[in-house]
């Protein structure tokens, strides 16, 4: 039997503070037999430096740059898979993360999204913005919010 959540999408930005969104994720998807989506935003230089890229032959850096992020993705989702997780990888490329990242989940079916934050709150949260903000604002679907714990907060004292 199939529960509540059946696709389950983990937005992933390559640290390792993303990535403990994972076994939270994992443990839902266990209890619902999801399927688990990573979504990761690449974003490519700006379109005003495309030129100056282009001259100073960078092209093939930023392709391997993509190839890297397109295999660590891969190895994430094998190690899913060899946990008997169903799991899929999305890359999307563009510049604004939080926009892309409401647009793919309000685009499909998702039950429910999953994503570590900064953990930033008052003034650095507004200076700053917040992709999870953005997204659990944007989204018609439940989010869980996943803080970084004091080991690997950057200081959140201060914000």
Avoid: W
């Amino acid at each position: 039997m199939q529960g509540r959540y059946k696709k389950i999408v983990v937005p992933i930005d390559g640290s390792g503070l993303s990535q403990r969104a994972i076994p939270h994720a994992v443990d839902i998807a266990r209890a619902n037999q999801s399927e688990i989506i990573l979504l990761h935003v690449f974003r490519p230089p700006a379109r005003e430096y495309a030129n100056i890229i282009a001259l100073a032959g960078q092209e093939s850096q930023i392709d391997v740059v993509r190839e890297q992020t397109k295999q660590y993705l891969i190895g994430l989702r094998t190690e899913l898979r060899d946990e008997g997780i169903e799991c899929r990888v999305q890359m999307i490329e563009g510049a604004s993360a939080a926009h892309l990242i409401v647009d793919y989940i309000n685009g499909e079916e998702v039950d429910l999204v999953v994503m570590s934050t900064r953990g930033h709150t008052g003034l650095a949260r507004m200076v700053f913005g917040s992709v999870a903000n953005t997204v659990m604002q944007s989204v018609r679907v439940p989010c869980m919010l996943i803080y970084p714990d004091d080991e690997t907060s950057e200081n959140n004292s201060n914000g």
